[in-house]
């Protein structure tokens, strides 16, 4: 579990105040230390406390869904719904179940990466089955457009449903919104394409970068772009700080550059690998490099199926494997009673 790492300073009791006064600067301050508790970034936060933030706060929720050796985000707002990437075709029904049980009919967006079939192997079954919006995806280069039969596949569920690729542009933003948060007058979260910037001679460094933002928080989606297309989007002046950044390329160490990863500056860190893979994702070197800016680090090879929850203002992660645990421990207090 995880929050935004602020520091905040818990007021300490006046003297000299009447009974009643003190009392109400009590009550302020236990809410004030709550709060303190969701901005502290300790592991320690009750239980409660992290529910109570969940059910009560927090309408953002972005999953990256375990799909083995492979990218797979969900992000959900107000009834709106997007995916980035989906894993190779075998797990296709995994998503397809996660998408049912999560609610969600329908995708305003789908973000392909790129066309490799660790991000988009599942994709065409994932468009026959669930209504969709808008498909977002780079556009390649005559000569690195690939002929598979999965990229054939991914084009054939458009064409049978009669959707358009829409080209991913630098500088091109998106709001994920729903009429019941517009008649609520909610301000939605809005994402920005910021590569791919330029044409390359590696499908990795084609992948759609995109920065989510939501209130005061903000989330950046790298796909595999390695060094060479980080430099770039670096050098197009985009902004890239965010909360959190989902590692490119696997947790690889031809991603995650020392001078892109210090501008991103994260606070959280997901890499999305598979158990025992044979790439030996994540590399050490990108570990390393997270442990030394003291960001905390979740992976689906670890810690299963991860989910980031926020009002806009904190952030608070809870992983499958956590809960798990926890569900395990309560049985097993419950069988030595």
């Not at 006046?14 to 709550?34: E, H, N, Q, R």
């Not at 009919?105 to 079939?117: E, F, M, R």
């Not at 569920?157 to 358009?164: C, M």
Request: one cysteine or more; aromatic letters at 8%; proline letters at 4%.
């Amino acid at each position: 579990m995880a929050q935004r790492k602020r520091t905040s300073k818990a007021a300490q009791k006046p003297s000299g105040m009447s009974p009643v006064l003190t009392a109400i600067l009590f009550i302020l301050g236990a809410v004030f230390l709550y709060s303190a508790y969701l901005e502290l970034g300790t592991d320690n936060v009750p239980d409660a406390a992290v529910n109570s933030f969940i059910d009560k706060d927090a309408d953002l929720e972005i999953h990256f869904i375990d799909v083995g050796q492979g990218d797979c985000s969900l992000i959900m707002w107000e009834g709106a719904a997007m995916l980035i990437d989906c894993g190779e075709r075998e797990q296709a029904e995994t998503v397809l179940k996660y998408l049912k049980k999560q609610g969600v009919k329908k995708l305003d967006y789908i973000v392909a990466t790129h066309p490799h079939s660790d991000h988009i192997g599942a994709m065409g079954d994932i468009i026959s089955e669930v209504e969709v919006g808008k498909v977002i995806a780079p556009k390649v280069s005559a000569d690195m457009t690939p002929t598979t039969k999965t990229y054939e596949r991914f084009l054939q569920a458009l064409a049978e449903k009669a959707l358009k690729l829409t080209a991913a542009k630098p500088n091109t933003s998106y709001t994920l919104s729903s009429s019941k948060a517009s008649s609520e007058g909610k301000i939605p979260p809005k994402f920005e394409i910021i590569a791919p910037v330029d044409d390359y001679d590696d499908l990795n460094n084609y992948s759609v970068v995109l920065r989510l933002t939501y209130g005061r928080t903000s989330y950046l989606f790298t796909g595999d772009a390695e060094a060479k297309a980080e430099k770039d989007i670096l050098d197009s002046g985009a902004e890239v700080d965010s909360d959190l950044l989902k590692m490119g390329h696997h947790g690889s160490s031809t991603s995650s550059s020392e001078e892109f990863y210090n501008e991103v500056s994260p606070d959280i860190c997901v890499i999305q690998c598979g158990s025992g893979n044979s790439y030996g994702h994540p590399h050490k070197e990108t570990m390393e490099t997270i442990e030394n800016s003291g960001a905390k680090v979740y992976r689906n090879d670890t810690d299963g199926n991860i989910t980031v929850y926020s009002d806009g203002d904190e952030i608070f992660v809870k992983t499958e494997n956590e809960t798990s645990q926890k569900n395990n421990k309560k049985a097993e207090k419950e069988d030595d009673k």
